[in-house]
C-alpha cells in the first residue's frame, strides 16, 4: 500500500512558476514509476509527465520544456518544476504511482493516487 499527499499548488500568475511536491508513504518508493496528471473542469485527465523507477522521464508535449519531473528517493518523494506557467495549465494536478520498471501512460495503469493539489494560472 503505497500513500501519496501533494504539496505545492496555488495562484498564479502567467509566465510565473510553481513546484509540486508528492511525499509517498512505504519503504519501496524507489520500486515505483510515478506520474504527475491533471484534470481540468470538462476535461479528461492527461498526464503531464512520467519518471521510470531508473530516473527516465517523459512529457506531454504541452509542457515539454517548461515542466520538470523529478525524484528523490532517500525522501520519498516525486517532484514537478513548473515554469512559464500558461492559463492553459490550470487544473488539478494529481501524483499517481505504480509497481514496476516500465513506462506507464494511462491512469488505469497507475494503482496508487494522491488527493489532488490546485494549480491556477491567471492571465
Known amino acids: 500500500q503505497v500513500q501519496l499527499v501533494e504539496s505545492g499548488g496555488g495562484l498564479v500568475q502567467a509566465g510565473g512558476s510553481l513546484r509540486l511536491s508528492c511525499a509517498a508513504s512505504g519503504r519501496t518508493f524507489n520500486y515505483y514509476a510515478m506520474g504527475w496528471f491533471r484534470q481540468a473542469p470538462g476535461k479528461e485527465r492527461e498526464l503531464v509527465a512520467t519518471?521510470?523507477?531508473?530516473?527516465?522521464?517523459k512529457y506531454a508535449d504541452s509542457v515539454k520544456g517548461r515542466f520538470t519531473i523529478s525524484r528523490d528517493n532517500a525522501k520519498n518523494a516525486v517532484y514537478l518544476q513548473m515554469n512559464s506557467l500558461k492559463p492553459e495549465d490550470t487544473a488539478v494536478y494529481c501524483c499517481?504511482?505504480?509497481?514496476?520498471?516500465?513506462?506507464?501512460?494511462?491512469?488505469?495503469?497507475?494503482?496508487?493516487w494522491g488527493q489532488g493539489t490546485q494549480v491556477t494560472v491567471s492571465s
Open positions: 519518471i521510470t523507477t531508473g530516473g527516465n522521464t
Open positions: 499517481a504511482a505504480t509497481y514496476g520498471p516500465g513506462w506507464y501512460f494511462r491512469p488505469s495503469q497507475y494503482e496508487y
